[in-house]
C-alpha cells in the first residue's frame, strides 16, 4: 500500500439484522456459562420479518428458555413499537439447537481418546486468527474503524436515552480517513444511515446527525472543509432491522474486528464459546498484537496463529511489524512465544474467558473497548516483553529499545499520529 492513501471502514448499530442475530447469539452464551462455565455453546441466529430461527450446537447443564432468552435480547435492542413488524413480543422463535458433536468434544475434552496424540484440551477446529493493534488511536486501533463505532455508539445513547422520539434501531456509519505517510490527517467522508419513523424530514434528519452525532463525535481537527456528510444518502430508511433485510450470525466480521486495516481468518465470533478457537486465540492475537505495540516495540503489529482440531499448540505463529519493530520481527517472535502461551487451554486461563460477559463484546467493536472485563485489552505485559526482547538483542539493538521505551505513550492524545520509529 501507499504511504498516502484514503482508508475506509463500517460500523452498525445494534439494530441491524445481523448484529440482532450477534446479540442473540451472545445472550444464549452468556446464560449457559452463566449457570455452567464448562457449556460448549456454538449458537447460530438467523432473523427475518417475524421469524428467529435459534439454532447450532450446545452442550450444557444449564436450564434455560432459549425463546425468553431471544425477545429479551430484541427487547433490550428496542424493537418494542407497535408499528414494528419484528417486535419483541411477537416475533415466532424457532428452536434448532442439538448437543456438541462427540468427535469434536474428544478432541477438545482435556482426556485420553482413541486416535487422539495426547491428553491436553485441543483446539475446537482448524483455522487461523489474526491479532492487531496500531497506536494511531489511543485504543491502540486504527482510526476509520474506531471512528465509525463511536458514531454508532452516539447514535444508541440518543436513541435510547428517548430524546430524539423518530430513531429506530437500524443504523449504519462509515469513515473514510485520508493517510498522508501512513499518518491519518484528515477524515474526507462520513456517512450515516439510520432508519427513522415515516413522519420526519429527511432534512431534521440530516441536521441531526451532521450538528449532533458526527460533529460532536469525531475529532474536530480532521473534520476540514471539504469532508463529505452523505446521511440517508436513498432519502428514506423507514423499513430496517429484519423486516428489511435478513439477518444472520456471524456476517460481520470486519465490524468485529479491524474494518479490514488488519486482516481476518474467516471465523466469527458470537454465540461461541472460549473452546472455539476462532473467538479465543482472535482475542489472543490483539491481547498480543496490544502488548507489542504499547511496550513501543513496534507501531504497528499484527500476529497470525493457525491450529489442527483437536490439537493442543498451534501448527504456526507469526507476528509482522509492517517495518516498524525498533527490532527484527524474528526477535519479536522469539520474545511474544517466550511471554505467551497459545495452547487453548492456556488462552482461557491467561484472559479468564470463562467469566466474561460477551454480550459487552458484540456491538460496535470486539477490540478497543478498555472497560473492566474485556481482558484482551489489558496492557500488562508490556514490561516482560521488553525484558524477554532485550535478552536476546545484540548491543545496538538493545540501545534503540531504551530509546523506545523512553518514546511510548500507552495513552496517545485523540488527536494523536503513529510515530515513525527508526531503527
Known amino acids: 500500500m501507499s504511504k498516502n492513501y484514503i482508508f475506509s471502514s463500517e460500523s452498525v448499530g445494534e439494530g441491524h439484522p445481523d448484529k440482532v442475530c450477534d446479540t442473540i447469539s451472545d445472550a444464549v452464551l452468556d446464560a449457559c456459562l452463566g449457570q455452567d462455565k464448562l457449556s460448549?455453546?456454538?449458537?447460530?441466529?438467523?432473523?427475518?420479518?417475524?421469524?428467529v430461527v435459534v439454532g447450532g450446537e450446545i452442550t450444557t447443564k444449564a436450564k434455560l428458555d432459549f425463546n425468553e432468552i431471544a425477545r429479551e435480547a430484541i427487547r433490550g435492542i428496542?424493537?418494542?413499537?407497535?408499528?414494528?413488524?419484528?417486535h419483541a413480543d411477537k416475533v415466532l422463535i424457532l428452536n434448532a439447537i442439538t448437543t456438541q458433536s462427540q468427535d469434536i468434544a474428544q478432541g477438545v475434552d482435556a482426556r485420553k481418546a482413541k486416535g487422539k496424540d495426547g491428553a491436553e484440551q485441543g483446539a475446537g477446529d482448524q483455522g487461523l486468527m489474526f491479532g492487531y493493534a496500531t497506536n494511531e488511536t489511543p485504543e491502540l486501533m486504527p482510526a476509520p474503524i474506531m471512528y465509525a463505532h463511536q458514531l454508532g455508539?452516539?447514535?444508541?445513547r440518543i436513541r435510547k436515552s428517548?430524546?430524539?422520539?423518530?430513531?429506530?434501531?437500524?443504523?449504519?456509519?462509515?469513515?473514510?480517513?485520508?493517510?498522508?505517510?501512513?499518518?491519518?490527517?484528515?477524515?474526507?467522508?462520513?456517512?450515516?444511515?439510520?432508519?427513522?419513523?415515516?413522519?420526519?424530514?429527511?432534512?431534521?434528519?440530516?441536521?441531526?446527525?451532521?450538528?449532533?452525532?458526527?460533529?460532536k463525535t469525531l475529532p474536530r481537527h480532521l473534520l476540514t472543509k471539504d469532508t463529505e456528510f452523505l446521511i440517508n444518502p436513498t432519502g428514506r430508511f423507514v423499513t430496517g432491522g429484519p423486516q428489511g433485510d435478513t439477518g444472520l450470525t456471524g456476517r460481520k466480521i470486519i465490524v468485529d474486528s479491524y474494518g479490514g486495516m488488519g486482516r481476518h481468518g474467516g471465523g466469527a465470533f458470537s454465540g461461541k464459546d472460549p473452546s472455539k478457537v476462532d473467538r479465543s486465540a482472535a482475542y489472543m492475537g490483539r491481547y498480543v498484537a496490544k502488548n507489542i505495540v504499547a511496550s513501543g516495540l513496534a507501531s504497528s503489529a499484527e500476529i497470525q496463529f493457525a491450529y489442527a482440531i483437536g490439537h493442543p499448540k498451534p501448527v504456526s505463529?507469526?507476528?509482522?511489524?509492517?517495518?516498524?519493530?525498533?527490532v527484527s520481527d524474528e526477535e519479536l517472535e522469539r520474545a511474544v512465544n517466550e511471554v505467551f502461551s497459545f495452547k487453548p487451554a492456556a488462552i482461557i486461563e491467561q484472559l479468564d474467558l470463562l467469566r466474561v460477559t460477551y454480550s459487552k463484546t458484540t456491538n460496535y467493536g470486539h477490540f478497543g473497548k478498555e472497560e473492566p472485563g474485556i481482558t484482551w485489552e489489558r496492557r500488562d505485559k508490556v514490561e516482560a516483553l521488553r525484558k524477554a526482547v532485550s535478552r536476546s538483542v545484540s548491543p545496538v539493538s538493545a540501545t534503540t529499545l531504551k530509546k523506545a521505551a523512553a518514546l511510548v505513550n500507552p495513552r496517545l492524545p485523540a488527536n494523536s499520529v503513529r510515530p515513525q520509529v527508526s531503527v
Open 162 to 215: 428517548g430524546k430524539v422520539k423518530w430513531l429506530r434501531p437500524d443504523a449504519k456509519s462509515q469513515v473514510s480517513v485520508k493517510y498522508v505517510n501512513d499518518q491519518p490527517v484528515a477524515i474526507t467522508n462520513v456517512v450515516i444511515s439510520t432508519q427513522h419513523t415515516a413522519d420526519v424530514e429527511h432534512k431534521t434528519i440530516k441536521e441531526f446527525c451532521i450538528e449532533e452525532v458526527i460533529k
Open 317 to 326: 505463529v507469526c507476528v509482522n511489524t509492517f517495518g516498524t519493530a525498533v
Open 153 to 156: 455508539r452516539a447514535l444508541t
Open 40 to 51: 460448549r455453546v456454538a449458537c447460530e441466529t438467523y432473523a427475518k420479518c417475524n421469524l
Open 78 to 86: 428496542g424493537y418494542t413499537h407497535e408499528d414494528d413488524v419484528f
